[in-house]
T-cell receptor, first 110, second 114 residues
Framework: LAKTTQPISMDSYEGQEVNITCSHN???????ITWYQQFPSQGPRFIIQ???TKVTNEVASLFIPADRKSSTLSLPRVSLSDTAVYYC???????????FGAGTTVTVRA | EPEVTQTPSHQVTQMGQEVILRCVPI?????FYWYRQILGQKVEFLVS????????KSEIFDDQFSVERPDGSNFTLKIRSTKLEDSAMYFC????????????FGPGTRLTVT
């Protein structure tokens, strides 16, 4: 299972773009990169998933360079309600479990 | 939007007692999971369930734990003899396809063992 490393915390202000980079140096060929969000006392919520290049949905964008050894989750124009813990996960379709690390606590201030 | 539901939201029990945590996964989902999160710690995988059997379990999921899908809608986690260290938030999740598809998490059950 590829190990991931991401910053423990990040601070931002409303309206700014937040970029969280995750390192996964030993990612395997079949591995996907997935990001989840968790608010206090709630279950994690899927944000986005990708394999390579760029993926965008209505919530975020995920940038994955060609070597796939890292990925960056981009949250455009954050609001106070985006304050949460963001988890980067790497795994393949044969791996039933999601392996969460400590995540990145993003705090958005007014 | 369909969602995973869990009951109860909070369960208080005494050490040594049995508890059953209940979950109703999203109706067309085929894969079911339990995770737990001890206060202030990371989310930990317990077990996955597919086609009426356990597909994977973690070291945490010892003989004290069991899962069941007693009917077409419910998915339960039973802890036979609770310990103080079982106090945690327990999250149920489900997905329609293989594990690399999105897992939908429920709101959790906070279990407090006294």
């Amino acid at each position: 299972l590829a190990k991931t490393t991401q910053p423990i915390s990040m601070d931002s202000y409303e309206g700014q773009e937040v970029n969280i980079t995750c390192s996964h140096n030993n990612i395997a060929t079949n591995d996907y990169i997935t990001w989840y969000q968790q608010f206090p006392s709630q279950g994690p919520r899927f944000i986005i998933q990708g394999y390579k290049t760029k993926v965008t949905n209505e919530v975020a964008s995920l940038f994955i360079p060609a070597d796939r050894k890292s990925s960056t989750l981009s949250l455009p124009r954050v609001s106070l309600s985006d304050t949460a813990v963001y988890y980067c996960l790497v795994g393949d379709s044969n791996d039933y479990k999601l392996s969460f690390g400590a995540g990145t606590t993003v705090t958005v201030r007014a | 939007e369909p969602e995973v539901t869990q009951t109860p939201s909070h369960q208080v029990t005494q050490m040594g007692q049995e508890v059953i945590l209940r979950c109703v996964p999203i109706s067309n989902h085929l894969y079911f999971y339990w995770y737990r999160q001890i206060l202030g710690q990371k989310v930990e995988f317990l077990v996955s369930f597919y086609n009426n059997e356990i597909s994977e379990k973690s070291e945490i999921f010892d003989d004290q734990f069991s899962v069941e899908r007693p009917d077409g809608s419910n998915f339960t986690l039973k802890i036979r003899s609770t310990k103080l260290e079982d106090s945690a938030m327990y999250f149920c999740a489900s997905s329609w396809g293989q594990p690399d598809t999105e897992q939908y998490f429920g709101p959790g059950t906070r279990l407090t063992v006294t």
